[in-house]
């Protein structure tokens, strides 16, 4: 799990760098953190829970246990901060890696614009996204009769944008928003260019430079 929390690292890196460079920029950094550990009142599979937005979930896989962390951390930024962007990062999915590789991110949003940005941005500074859809077809195959939502979804395939789309359910009416699935290129098998071998940092150059565009 070292290298799984990039995402949430790669959050805490851009906050250290933004305040070092002294942007003007109005930005929250939010870390959804949790001890991934066996415990008696751990959750077991196909128990239904409840978030923090108060949706039922059943949990259709423990592995797939940081999008119900971070969901709640969705919840929390927009009932305290009110934000008019969000864009989450996270090494959300393995299915991201099958399609991808480790060359690329999965970028998802509700917002051509935003998307557009994010993917010129990202050429930019060599820390590439690839977009990848949320259909209405993905929602449908989220939703239970015993819960508001799986957790996981229907079938074997599809599995990052099945991610992504659970995450959407969280986002309020007319907050735009991304989703980075940086499970390939935030661990890297083996050391490329400048990227060192192992944990490479992805997102912080991005988050920079995107952040910078917007003073």
């Not at 851009?14 to 949790?34: E, F, I, R, Y």
């Not at 409840?50 to 246990?65: Q, W």
């Not at 939703?143 to 359910?169: E, R």
Request: glycine share 8%; proline share 3%.
């Amino acid at each position: 799990m070292y290298l799984d929390k990039a995402g949430a690292s790669a959050v805490l890196a851009t906050m250290d760098a933004v305040h070092a460079l002294s942007l003007k920029v109005n930005v929250v950094g939010v870390l959804a953190l949790a001890e991934n550990a066996i415990d008696a009142n751990s959750y077991k599979p196909h128990e239904i829970i409840y978030s923090k937005k108060g949706l039922s979930v059943l949990v259709g896989n423990t592995d797939a246990e940081g999008r119900l962390a971070l969901v709640d951390a969705l919840t929390y930024v927009q009932q305290k901060y009110k934000p008019n962007t969000i864009i989450d990062i996270a090494t959300l999915t393995g299915a991201c890696i099958m399609a991808l590789g480790e060359h690329l991110g999965g970028l998802f949003s509700n917002s051509e614009s935003l998307s557009s940005t994010l993917r010129t941005v990202g050429s930019d500074c060599h820390e590439r996204l690839w977009p990848l859809p949320l259909l209405e077809e993905h929602k449908a195959d989220l939703k239970l009769d015993t819960a508001d939502l799986s957790s996981t979804g229907k079938g074997n395939g599809g599995k990052a944008s099945m991610a992504a789309t659970f995450l959407n359910h969280f986002i309020d009416d007319g907050v735009e928003w991304a989703h980075l699935d940086v499970a390939g290129p935030a661990m890297y098998n083996e050391k490329r260019l400048w990227m060192p071998k192992y944990a490479t940092g992805f997102g912080v150059r991005l988050f920079i430079d995107y952040l910078s565009k917007q003073q």
